[in-house]
T-cell receptor, first 113, second 116 residues
Framework: AQSVAQPEDQVNVAEGNPLTVKCTYS??????LFWYVQYPNRGLQFLLK??????LVKGSYGFEAEFNKSQTSFHLKKPSALVSDSALYFC???????????FGAGTRLFVKA | EAGVAQSPRYKIIEKRQSVAFWCNPI?????LYWYQQILGQGPKLLIQ????????DSQLPKDRFSAERLKGVDSTLKIQPAKLEDSAVYLC??????????????FGPGTRLTVL
């Protein structure tokens, strides 16, 4: 069975500092991995995905994520945080051979000015 | 490109009443998803359609929840009768395909259901 864990309920970072939001996963086959962001009173928005190839994936709004197969992780990163990045972030995983995507519980990012 | 449309945005009902939600996916998207998002949790898949057919409904409480996707486009999700624990945001999403590479999902704004 596939699963995804986001070990931090909240991440606090100062504006201009780098940020990392952690995600680990478990699938039986090769993983397809996703990050989504949810702003207040808005639906989830797709940020980036890893399917295959380069372990460093670049996405929207300056975000990137690093796939690490040995550690079964897919951490979301940004070199310099903005106050406007404050939102709820969800990691999701799908087994490449399947059809069902599982979402993590979410991590709230708070960027302080 | 128009996004995923959902209605209503908010609904308040008494327990044991029935309620229906509507979703119109992005044009051309074969796959449609209904999720339940309880406050403080991630989205939980209720049902997934590929065109007209159901791909996964393993977490749909079938004694009270039902869903259909007419002609492979619009979809409705119904709860009858509602329970207090059904209070949540119901999200609809669509993607080009369920399998393969092109399956990032596009979400609607959601319907916030409150059961009193």
């Amino acid at each position: 069975a596939q699963s995804v864990a986001q070990p931090e309920d909240q991440v606090n970072v100062a504006e201009g500092n780098p940020l990392t939001v952690k995600c680990t996963y478990s699938v039986s086959g090769n993983p397809y991995l996703f990050w989504y962001v949810q702003y207040p009173n808005r639906g989830l928005q797709f940020l980036l995905k890893y399917i295959t190839g380069d372990n460093l994936v670049k996405g929207s709004y300056g975000f990137e994520a690093e796939f690490n197969k040995s550690q079964t992780s897919f951490h979301l990163k940004k070199p310099s945080a903005l106050v406007s990045d404050s939102a709820l972030y969800f990691c999701a995983v799908r087994d490449a051979g399947g059809f069902k995507t599982i979402f993590g519980a979410g991590t709230r990012l708070f960027v302080k000015a | 490109e128009a996004g995923v449309a959902q209605s209503p945005r908010y609904k308040i009902i008494e327990k044991r009443q029935s309620v229906a939600f509507w979703c119109n996916p992005i044009s051309g998207h074969a796959t449609l998803y209904w999720y339940q998002q309880i406050l403080g949790q991630g989205p939980k898949l209720l049902i997934q359609f590929q065109n007209n057919g159901v791909v996964d409904d393993s977490q749909l409480p079938k004694d009270r929840f039902s869903a259909e996707r007419l002609k492979g486009v619009d979809s409705t999700l119904k709860i009858q009768p509602a329970k207090l624990e059904d209070s949540a945001v119901y999200l609809c999403a669509s993607s080009l395909l369920a399998g393969g590479d092109y399956n990032e999902q596009f979400f609607g704004p959601g319907t916030r259901l409150t059961v009193l």
